[in-house]
């Protein structure tokens, strides 16, 4: 009748608390989830700390690709900056409508020396144009899914140690024959540290994948905006 009093007494005395305590009692299973979460919240800080300073960097240079477009007389001279604003989406979709243009002048041209640049066709324009904006929004968006994926999914492999830590306290309780709290302790705290490490997996990784898709969104409306002004300019100028 002893044997279990004494069983739990050592168990009280083998798990002391805190962090270090609880590693050591963790099983194979909890230990395993708890290296899976930490792995996606590594990747997913890093992801942030990255996709933070790329988005801030394509806004800045975005300012200054329309303060420099819209001061230029000629599309020349803008293309002469867009190799330093390289971080800006608008870049390359003014790159692309600035070759259609080029080749489109150049394939019509009549060979007088006093003829008018023409471009043919707005609409051949406007689809490279869109298949620009296209490219620059898989760019931007870019490792942005693996924190939407962080954030779907590491409450429930948290959840998965939760409810293995529960079973444990539950096999222990029956083994110890005794449900006092120096038997269920370790268990249903092994249990909760796999619920907190889910939550901080997937919290940062859901409020930054909600910031970092708005950013993209309005730099995606930027993009469709200067697609518009871009053929509006044309049609004036080259029709």
Not at 73 to 83: A, G, I, L, P
Not at 84 to 102: I, R
Not at 126 to 136: G, I, Q
Not at 179 to 191: D, R
Request: proline content about 3%; glycine content about 8%; overall charge positive.
């Amino acid at each position: 009748m002893l044997i279990a009093p004494l069983l739990a007494q050592a168990q009280a005395e083998a798990f002391s608390g805190g962090v270090a305590g609880l590693l050591a009692h963790a099983g194979w299973v909890a230990r395993i989830v708890l290296a899976i979460l930490l792995i996606f919240s590594l990747v997913s800080w890093a992801i942030i700390v990255y996709k933070g300073l790329v988005l801030q960097k394509a806004r800045r240079h975005t300012d200054t690709f329309l303060n420099v477009f819209r001061k230029s007389t000629k599309f020349s001279e803008v293309n002469s900056v867009c190799s330093q604003l390289k971080a800006s989406p608008l870049t390359g979709v003014f790159q692309a409508g600035y070759h259609e243009v080029n080749q489109q002048v150049r394939s019509g041209g009549s060979g007088e020396a006093d003829s008018r640049p023409v471009v043919r066709s707005l609409e051949s324009l406007s689809r490279s144009l869109a298949r620009a904006a296209t490219v620059e929004v898989t760019r931007l968006e870019r490792r942005l899914s693996f924190l939407a994926t962080t954030a779907s999914v590491t409450p429930f492999i948290g959840l998965f140690g939760t409810t293995w830590g529960i079973m444990n306290a539950f096999e222990d309780i029956g083994r110890m024959g005794s449900a006092n709290l120096a038997v269920v302790a370790p268990g249903i705290s092994e249990a909760l540290v796999t619920t907190a490490m889910g939550l901080f997996a997937a919290i940062p990784a859901a409020v930054f994948y909600n910031q970092f898709a708005s950013q993209v969104k309005v730099l995606n409306a930027m993009m469709d905006d200067f697609a518009l002004e871009f053929l509006n300019i044309v049609e004036r100028n080259f029709t």
